[in-house]
């Protein structure tokens, strides 16, 4: 089915020729170090010039939600997702503080459509969280494209999962990518998420998330596979720092 290349197709332009949803989010952190040299300034200014940036180019759809870690849904922080479809099945996604020039990479992340997602083995689902609520609450937003465009991407996103890892916990104000990787999950609820996240968001963008949910209101809402969000049932699954080697051990589960 071509119908979300199209549209993906269509946000960039759409992205570029509105000049918003972009640029009004700052980093959270400032890292450490010095300022860069002229030397380095001019090397980045020719590798910009002269070398091609094809992958980069396709990551061309920008979605602004909210995620929380997982085993701790009260640490929850803005994700600002730069997204590239593969094909009809599997998007992936950079993970971003902010939306300027500043914006720290936090992390990734893989979106699955239900029907990849079903393939999946019942310990590997428990990683993934359900985008239903994210898009029928309206904390799910397409910044800068027309309601139209936007209303239709939903449609596509609203039975797909996604499986997270943020490595750069700005939220946390580390000035570093230190401590161990996390994987991070979605909200499913009302009430879950910290109202004045919404708040600052919406006042950023000049949106409204009640307006938003209003309007997807025709989605349909799909029931979630309950081997999803396992964190709601008190299964967590992290990682965690340790000086055991795992490569084996990882060898042989991918087997």
Request: hydrophobic residues 35%; negative net charge; glycine residues 8%.
């Amino acid at each position: 089915m071509k119908t979300i290349h199209v549209l993906i197709g269509y946000v960039g332009i759409a992205l570029v020729l509105a000049g918003c949803g972009g640029s009004n989010t700052s980093s959270n952190v400032e890292a450490p170090g010095d300022e860069k040299t002229a030397k380095d300034k001019l090397l980045s200014t020719g590798a910009d010039l002269m070398q091609d940036k094809s992958p980069l180019k396709k990551f061309n759809t920008y979605l602004d939600g909210f995620h929380f870690y997982n085993g701790n849904p009260n640490a929850q922080m803005e994700a600002h997702h730069y997204v590239m479809q593969l094909n009809e099945d599997v998007y992936q996604a950079l993970i971003l503080d902010g939306n300027g020039d500043d914006a720290k990479i936090m992390g990734i992340e893989y979106i699955v459509t239900k029907r990849m997602f079903d393939q999946l083995s019942a310990e590997e689902k428990k990683l993934w969280h359900s985008h239903a609520y994210e898009v029928k609450s309206g904390l799910l937003i397409a910044p800068g494209i027309p309601k139209v465009a936007e209303h239709e991407l939903m449609e596509k996103l609203v039975t797909t999962y996604g499986k997270t890892i943020h490595t750069w916990h700005t939220d946390q104000e580390r000035n570093l990518p230190i401590g161990s990787p996390m994987i991070m999950m979605g909200f499913t609820k009302d009430g879950q998420i910290h109202p004045h996240l919404v708040q600052e968001r919406d006042a950023r963008f000049k949106v409204s998330t009640e307006e938003t949910r209003q309007n997807r209101a025709d989605i349909p809402m799909p029931k979630p596979d309950p081997a999803a969000n396992a964190w709601e049932k008190g299964e967590v699954r992290q990682f965690i720092i340790t000086n055991k080697p795992d490569s084996a051990l990882h060898k042989h589960q991918m087997q």
